[in-house]
């Protein structure tokens, strides 16, 4: 199969009190050329330095995106945007990953938004 290298928007929340802000960075990947939109598990996490998001101290400054919805991006043609959530460096749900909290409450019936 032929792959074709793609451009995917990861989009997350920062540590940032008392309201979070949106970050985003840009990875290209190869992706096989018969997926038309990708699911979240055929995008690799990636990590980020969290002492720039106020998600860690410099000294343990690791993060890791995981992404949990992906959409076409509509500025950019055949390119997509990843939500992700953030877990911290030993592959846990980060403290300021408050989406991991949704599970304890019935969201799962809402067809929008991340706590899909």
């Not at 980020?48 to 992906?70: E, H, K, M, W």
């Not at 950019?76 to 460096?89: D, I, M, P, T």
């Amino acid at each position: 199969m032929t792959k074709i290298k793609t451009k995917v928007e990861y989009i997350w929340l920062d540590g940032t009190k008392p309201e979070q802000t949106l970050r985003s960075k840009t990875k290209i990947i190869d992706l096989e050329s018969t997926i038309t939109t990708p699911k979240p598990e055929d995008l690799p996490e990636w990590s980020f330095y969290g002492s720039s998001t106020q998600q860690a101290v410099g000294n343990n400054s690791d993060c890791i995106l995981r992404p949990v919805r992906v959409y076409p991006d509509p500025q950019r043609v055949g390119s997509y945007l990843a939500l992700c959530e953030v877990l911290n460096e030993k592959g846990m749900s980060h403290k300021t990953n408050e989406r991991a909290e949704l599970e304890d409450i019935d969201f799962h019936r809402h067809q929008e938004g991340w706590c899909l």
